[in-house]
């Protein structure tokens, strides 16, 4: 059915699980032990990552298919709970891929450490001491993770940022710019930034008060570029540059407006979280350095660009800081994230960005071409109706049925969903 190493399963959604699982574990050699870690995390194990654990939360763990980025065939872990993501990053992934596929980049795992200072009599004097220090300072700091070092990455630069008017009086703030090679970095930069912190006290004549990573991590910024032919774009009656034009239109909208650019890029992270948990990143930094890069420019708006090239084709970019790691915090430690990586087959955090960065536009472009065109309830609903079915009641065996007399009748919820689960019943 397909060849080895490719991410084109055609008619995937229509296996069975178990079919799903086979296909995946012929292409990829994947081992049992790692089929089984797709399944569950153990409660023991869960256990040790937090605290008080008194069970397991399951998310369905899908496969967005089709992804071509940077010549590579990819098939994409994504463990969410909503209906059409994964559908659509893996249509849209298609389409692209028609047009030469994602071509992604992503800078060096740059993070930034931040260092508060109070009581700084004078701001410029103290920040011209320490500038003066760097070598002393990013020696000290490099002392905090030696392995680090060790892998090519570490300190790399110290930088000072002056508030001479805040709440409570005049703030010094120190960045340390750290090299975390493959992990997020997050500790690493935490490690570093306590452990200059003394010195930093002695060059200012400061009180250090907090020493925190920064998930404004825009020195580590992933990028991803499509371009795709109006032909690709038409169907069910919607001319192909129309379809194009109207993604133009809908973009400008979360351009303009920050109430549709929260929305807008919401449909961005449904794709880049649903990776990001799968590989046992932590979303929650990629979330807030996301929506903080979104407003770099003092207005909050879209993350992404689309335009007509002069070609006519429809172009996309979309850009943001991605800190995830290969190493580190749950990457190596959930079975599940670990099955997931090897699946990915990636060999560094930087190739993972590139591939969650693809996500990103392709998922992007999913919901601007359905808005565009037909409107977003006639897909989500038709897939929302299994869960209908689910919530009414529907077993195993009657789900996929009643689903589709939801949409036949065009009546997709719950009330009408219970009434077909009862005559079914009383049949
Ligand atoms: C729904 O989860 C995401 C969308 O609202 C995104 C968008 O409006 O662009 C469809």
Redesign the pocket.
Known sequence: MTEKNTSRFRGFYKLSLKQRLDLLAATYALDDATLSALQCLDPTLADHMIENVIGIYGLPLGVATNFLINGKDFVVPMAIE?P??VAGASYMARLVSESGGFHSSASPALMIAQIQVLEVTDLNKARQTLLSNKSELLEVAKSADPLLVELGGGPQDIEVRLFPESPVGPMLVVHLILDTVDAMGANAANSSAERIAPLVEEFTGGRVHLRIVSNLADRRLATSRCSISPAVLAFDGFRGDKVRDGIVE?WAF?AVDPY?AA??????M?GIDAVIIATGNDWRAVEAGAHAYASRSGTYTSLSQWQVAENGDLEGKLELPLAVGTVGGSTRVHPTAKASLQLLGVKNARELAEIIVAVGLA??LA??R??ATEG?QKG?MRLHARQIAIAAGAQQGQIDGIAEQLVIDNDINIEHAKKLVHEIENK
């Not at 929305?263 to 961005?268: D, F």
């Open positions: 909503e059409s993501v809908a979360a549709r929305t807008h890029n919401k449909g961005i449904n998922q992007n919901a601007l359905a808005l977003i989500h």
